[in-house]
Structure formats: structure tokens, C-alpha cells
């Protein structure tokens, strides 16, 4: 990237002391930080999902999987392994295959040349339908509506199950043991931010 002259930004594990530096002296423009952010007390993120995050990762007993099915984009996004959430198969299975919102839907030619928009995400049968292959059906989830009940905007249908939310969060927590050291375990994002500029220590640890 640098050998072609354009941008770019460090992104993955980069929420610590000096790797804002180290992206800098190795030619990068920057760093991109989401789980940080995700878990500040700014965030939109439902707050009793924020405090299971953090709380069970303090524990030992977060699991954060990468699943290369869940995203309609085929984006190999990383799923917090949540309870009463999307990432159960048993709640995910009760949500009726809808495709409702269409954030993430991809565009396709039709047989008379002009584009639609399809998602292997909603009804099979109207993927299908849309030229869409059955193998992109499979364990796929609707991100739109389960970010949107991520954060507290989650559909409420008559006669059907509310949308149940995705937390998608990085594996790489380890802020939180500076961040979130606080007893009730709240951090701003102002704390994100001097966190990041705090030069690292010569142990190369967090602290």
C-alpha cells in the first residue's frame, strides 16, 4: 500500500498503548479501533449487552467466534457468544426469514439487463428466485435487523418473536483490564482516546 502511495489504516488488536506510533513509523495513516469504542459508555450498544460483554470477559468466560457465514456480504464477522441472542442457534431459528430492512442486500443483474438487489439472508425462496444459489443460504443471519436490536431498535412484528441482537466484537479485549478496572466497570471515550496516546511501556504490556 505504501508503494503505491495511497492511505491506509492498521485495524484488528491495535487498542493499546503505542501501536498508534508503531502504525505511523511503518507508513500507515493510522489505526482503526471499533471494540474500544463499542464498549464506552457513548456507545449505542444496549447496556445490559455492554456489561455482559465486559463482565463475562473478566471472568474468562467470554467466546468471541468468527463466523464466515453469518454476514450476508460474506464477511467473516466475529460474533460474541451471548445467551438469549442471535448467536444461538435455538433463538436465532424462532426468527422468521425476513429481509425487511435491506441495508445489506448486493445488487444482481437481471435477465432483462436492469439491477435488483438480492440478500442470502432472506427467504430462501426469494433468493432462489433472484438467481441466487441455495449453498449462500446456509447459517446465514440478518445483520441489519440484528445490529439494529443490538443497539435498542430491534423490530417488534405482531404475532412473531422481537429481533433478537448480534453483538459482533473483536477477540482481542485485553483493554478492558485498563479501561474497565473500575469497579463498575464504565469507561468514556475520552478514556478510549488517552488511552490510545499513552506511549507504551518498555515491557511492551498494556500497563
Wanted: charged share 25%; proline share 8%; hydrophobic share 35%.
Amino acid at each position: 500500500m505504501g508503494a503505491l502511495g495511497l492511505p491506509y489504516w492498521l485495524a484488528g488488536g491495535q487498542a493499546a498503548p503505542g501501536r498508534l506510533g508503531d502504525a505511523r513509523a511503518g507508513g500507515a495513516a493510522g489505526i482503526q479501533v471499533g471494540s474500544a469504542f463499542a464498549l464506552c459508555e457513548e456507545s449505542a450498544m444496549d447496556p445490559l449487552l455492554k456489561r455482559e460483554v465486559i463482565d463475562r470477559w473478566f471472568a474468562g468466560t467470554l467466546q468471541v467466534r468468527t463466523d464466515p457465514a453469518a454476514s450476508p456480504t460474506g464477511f467473516p464477522f466475529k460474533v460474541a457468544q451471548l445467551p438469549r441472542t442471535g448467536a444461538e442457534a435455538s433463538v436465532y431459528d424462532q426468527r422468521p426469514r425476513v429481509c425487511d430492512l435491506g441495508y445489506l442486500r448486493l445488487p444482481y443483474r437481471r435477465a432483462d439487463a436492469t439491477i435488483g438487489y438480492r440478500c442470502p439472508a432472506e427467504p430462501v425462496g426469494a433468493y432462489l428466485r433472484k438467481g441466487g444459489r441455495l449453498d449462500d443460504t446456509v447459517g446465514r443471519r440478518c445483520l441489519c435487523n440484528g445490529l439494529m436490536a443490538t443497539i435498542g431498535l430491534g423490530q417488534r412484528r405482531r404475532g412473531r418473536p422481537d429481533e433478537p441482537p448480534i453483538v459482533t466484537i473483536g477477540q482481542d479485549l485485553s483493554f478492558l483490564g485498563d479501561l474497565a478496572s473500575a469497579p463498575d466497570r464504565r469507561y468514556r471515550a475520552a478514556d478510549v482516546l488517552a488511552y490510545l496516546l499513552r506511549p507504551a511501556s518498555p515491557q511492551g504490556t498494556h500497563r
